[in-house]
Nanobody, 121 residues
Framework: VQLQASGGGLVQAGGSLRLSCTAS???????MGWFRQAPGREREFLAT???????TYEESVRGRFTISRDNVKVTVYLQMNSLKPEDTAVYYCAARTRYGGSRYASEYEYWGQGTLVTVSS
């Protein structure tokens, strides 16, 4: 499956963005995840949603970010609110051919190309 991420851009601190990740084929049986990578840092887990809709967040984004999925539109979303300059990074979506999600990047088989989010102070 191919993943296409979109929705990144430049936003002021305190603002919001919604990222989308659309799959090339049905993904209802896949768990999906969002990660990000800032310059000079390792890829960081943000959120995952299982094929059944179970959700796990990284503590640093809990309450600000919301992951959701629409299996009809084969799209997973990441709603990001109250953005901070430290949220600046390239954001990646990923698919895992399992029911349950994971916080480990190595457990995802498919990755989108990334979309850049820049938060200005």
């Amino acid at each position: 499956v191919q993943l296409q991420a979109s929705g990144g851009g430049l936003v002021q601190a305190g603002g919001s963005l919604r990222l989308s990740c659309t799959a090339s084929s049905t993904f209802s049986n896949y768990a999906m995840g969002w990660f990000r990578q800032a310059p000079g840092r390792e890829r960081e887990f943000l959120a995952t949603i299982s094929s059944g809709g179970g959700i796990t967040y990284e503590e640093s984004v809990r309450g600000r970010f919301t992951i959701s999925r629409d299996n009809v539109k084969v799209t997973v979303y990441l709603q990001m609110n109250s953005l901070k300059p430290e949220d600046t990074a390239v954001y990646y979506c990923a698919a895992r051919t399992r029911y349950g999600g994971s916080r480990y990047a190595s457990e995802y088989e498919y990755w989108g190309q990334g979309t850049l989010v820049t938060v200005s102070s």
